[in-house]
């Protein structure tokens, strides 16, 4: 079910105490950052939400030519939330997950996605962030706060680490966009690390999520743009994206190689879907959710069953999250390590 990953630590701690204090002299520069920060609230114990409108910096991070790893990542977003004032750089620690989506019709029309996010971190800590970017669309997303590496001990509480957290827009794992886009990480089967080397501007994993999220209004979209990009396996991993857009088409998109590989499935788990050498490769663990899943991938589904369905195959103590996305109402259900009693709903604004 789990792949060994690595994550590269963010480290922006130092700079931040002092960035709060000049909200007058430079509010040109940090009016939108603080206003962020401003805007995160605790919902729960180890769950968080963040409003951010206006610009984050990600058309100016592809203009510089993106990154390839993700302590160029770091690098970024301590420049961008300094305000140029300073520059650091990160290092490596380590995270196990593994997740599943499902993609089927919903009842009544349109399509439905649901996507569990299982991890075995000690102490759980999420992000719900809500984007409105000026160049871009509006989207909501999610982000393990542990992948940002602040510590065990972190939480966006005090006003220097709700700072720090701004950081987390970079690393989103699943996400809706007003145009009914849907895209989720997923580990694949092994371990083969993408690093695509041309001339094109650099994503890691997370990154790609992020541009799709605010560019693609559909898979083919989100293809399209992929395609322009060098990929980079950005937690030390082999990775597989999960896309689905309202016209109800579903895709893995995979890296084999050093080739994109697109594959029309319903169903992601964390093993290879593409036809060839690496077809089926991954875990008995996998394979069983992928095969529960099928089983509901040509029903007509509600937002409650595709809840169920997700409840199926989550894990006490893995499953951090589970969310399921309207993509008709441009709505979503979240729901915090398993509390499928009580989901917290969201709906994107810009209908």
Request: proline share 2%; aromatic share 10%.
């Amino acid at each position: 079910m789990k792949k060994s990953t690595k994550v590269l630590l963010i480290t922006v701690s130092i700079i931040l105490t002092i960035i709060i204090g000049l909200t007058v002299a430079l509010g040109a520069v940090f009016g939108d950052k603080l206003k962020a920060a401003n805007s995160i609230e605790k919902l729960s114990d180890g769950l968080y939400y963040m409003e951010y409108e206006g610009d984050y910096g990600f058309d100016e991070f592809l203009s510089n030519g993106g990154a390839k790893n993700q302590g160029d990542v770091a690098s970024y977003i301590v420049n961008f939330l300094s305000g140029g004032f300073v520059e650091l750089e990160g290092e490596e620690v380590s995270f196990d997950f593994g997740c599943s989506t499902l993609t089927t019709q919903k009842t009544g029309g349109s399509y439905v996605m649901g996507r569990n996010f299982d991890y075995t971190g000690e102490n759980p800590r999420a992000m719900i962030i809500h984007t409105k970017p000026e160049n871009g669309y509006e989207s909501y997303s999610t982000s393990w706060l542990d992948f940002l590496g602040f510590g065990s001990d972190f939480v966006p509480e005090s006003m220097s680490d709700k700072y720090m957290s701004l950081a987390s827009v970079y690393v989103p794992l699943d996400g809706i966009n007003e145009k009914g886009l849907c895209v989720a990480d997923l580990i694949n089967g092994d371990s083969e690390l993408t690093a695509q080397n041309t001339d094109k501007v650099d994503l890691t994993t997370t990154t790609a999520i992020r541009l799709l999220l605010d560019k693609a209004a559909s898979v083919d979209e989100a293809i399209k743009l992929l395609e322009q990009y060098d990929m980079h396996s950005d937690i030390g991993s082999s990775h597989h994206l999960s896309i689905s857009d309202s016209s109800g088409r579903s895709v893995a998109v995979e890296y084999i190689g050093g080739e994109m590989i697109v594959t029309d499935t319903p169903v992601v788990t964390n093993h290879y879907l593409s036809e060839g050498e690496k077809f089926g490769i991954g875990n008995e663990e996998s394979h069983r959710r992928y095969n529960e899943l099928m089983k509901k991938s040509d029903s007509t589904l509600t937002t409650d069953d595709m809840a169920d369905c997700m409840e199926s195959v989550s894990y006490p103590n893995i499953t951090q999250w589970s969310v399921v996305y309207d993509i008709e109402n441009l709505e979503l259900d979240f729901y915090f390590q398993r509390q499928f009693d009580s989901p917290l709903t969201f709906a994107v604004e810009n209908k």
